[in-house]
């Protein structure tokens, strides 16, 4: 038996992507929680035949599923109980000019949500779609920290967007658009704008020298990922960002961490943005390899039963990317800070 709780559930990505998890047979109890509409969500979704049985809280509802003035703001509470996973899409997204950077107003609500997974399911996995992820997920380690039950190695920053960005973008470069998704490119560093480093040298199968070697087709491509949502925000005209491209990433890495945990698979990998504290041997390597002792960064991730099994190392890099690779750390260091510097205790 597998719950999984989508916070922020009826939003852009929160309802995609709850559909997609209604779809994984590996979930049987799906909980929608959101600030509005997750009954609905919650209603609509149950009528789908898939072994997931279907609920929606609102920051009212009862631990029954009523409504009711005594439980007010222990919704959150209710909707998480004994969950085994928990997806987090709950915030607000871009408008044309703003960077990931300006929504650090989501800070409050993950802190909040931070202390409700505190209470209702300590041992949860975590993962964290609400933007900034490169303070965000700091904020929910530091509350969590707060409340005695940090465990890094059940922490996640979902970065799995940027790695489907660098499939295809890579395959519509190399001239074979409809292969996207034999193209694995390691994506590591941060999510958002220089943060995002795709390792383009370690890609499998390997991208040709012809571009490789080619500096504006390269720089373009990388550019080309790591401001691939401001393509979306643009063509959004001020309704949204990323939500349906999201809602498949999240889902995606969801079920590899529900494989890993719940089915005992082996092998499976993922970049994704964790407290190096995870892997504390590897940690000492691959702050060596950036060259800065930072908390947090993003690497290849081998899923297990308890979460992070083991972070890989950022590996063997090119004279590009090592120049990339600066630009990331200088960039990631003040957002880490600042989602470090949130949550103090007066505010819980
Ligand atoms: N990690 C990534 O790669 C990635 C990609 C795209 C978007 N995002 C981020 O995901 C977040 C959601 O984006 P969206 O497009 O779905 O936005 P949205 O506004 O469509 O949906 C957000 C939902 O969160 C809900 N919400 C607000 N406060 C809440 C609270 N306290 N508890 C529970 N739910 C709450 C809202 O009611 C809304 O339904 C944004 O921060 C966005 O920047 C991350």
Redesign the pocket.
């Known amino acids: 038996m597998v719950k999984a709780v989508v916070?922020?559930a009826?939003?852009?990505?929160?309802q995609p992507l709850s559909l997609l998890l209604k779809l994984n047979p590996i979930v049987t109890e799906l909980s929608l929680?959101?600030?509005?509409n997750a009954p609905g969500v919650a209603a609509d979704l149950s009528h789908i035949p898939t072994p997931a049985q279907v609920s929606g809280f609102l920051p009212n509802t009862g631990s029954q599923g009523h409504k009711g003035p005594e439980e007010e703001k222990r919704g959150?509470v209710n909707a998480l109980k004994g969950a085994d996973i928990v997806v987090i899409?709950?915030?607000?997204?871009?408008k044309p000019g703003m960077t990931?950077d300006d929504?650090f107003i989501?800070a409050g609500?993950c802190a909040?949500?931070a202390e409700s997974i505190a209470e209702a399911c300590p041992k949860a996995f975590i993962l964290v779609?609400?933007?900034p992820?490169n303070s965000t997920v700091p904020v929910f380690a530091e509350v969590l920290k707060k409340k005695g039950v940090f465990d890094p190695k059940r922490l996640f920053g979902?970065?799995t967007?940027d790695c489907l960005r660098a499939s295809t973008f890579v395959a519509s470069v190399v001239g074979e658009p409809t292969e996207a998704s034999k193209y694995v490119i390691p994506v590591v560093g941060g999510?958002a704008g220089h943060t995002i480093l795709p390792l383009l040298s370690q890609a499998k199968p390997s991208i040709p020298s012809s571009v490789l070697k080619d500096k504006s087709k390269r720089d373009a491509l990388v550019h080309r990922i790591q401001f691939g949502?401001d393509e979306v925000v643009e063509a959004k005209a001020g309704t949204?960002?990323?939500?349906l491209s999201?809602a498949q990433?999240g889902a995606e890495f969801a079920d590899k961490v529900m494989r890993a945990a719940f089915k005992g698979e082996t092998g499976l990998v993922a970049p994704s943005y964790v407290n190096l504290e995870a892997d504390p041997s590897a940690a000492k390597t691959i702050q060596q390899e950036i060259g800065k002792d930072l908390a947090y960064f993003s690497v290849n991730v081998e899923l297990g039963k308890e979460g992070i099994a083991k972070l890989n190392p950022v590996g063997k890099i090119d004279e590009t990317e090592t120049a990339l690779l600066k630009k990331a750390v200088e960039d990631l260091e003040p957002s880490i800070n600042k989602g470090v510097g949130f949550s103090p205790a007066s505010k819980l």
């Open positions: 916070a922020g009826a939003g852009g990505i929160g929680y959101d600030v509005v959150a899409p709950a915030g607000v997204p871009r990931r929504l989501n609500i909040t949500l779609i609400s933007n992820v979902v970065t967007l999510h949502g949204g960002s990323a939500t999201m990433a």
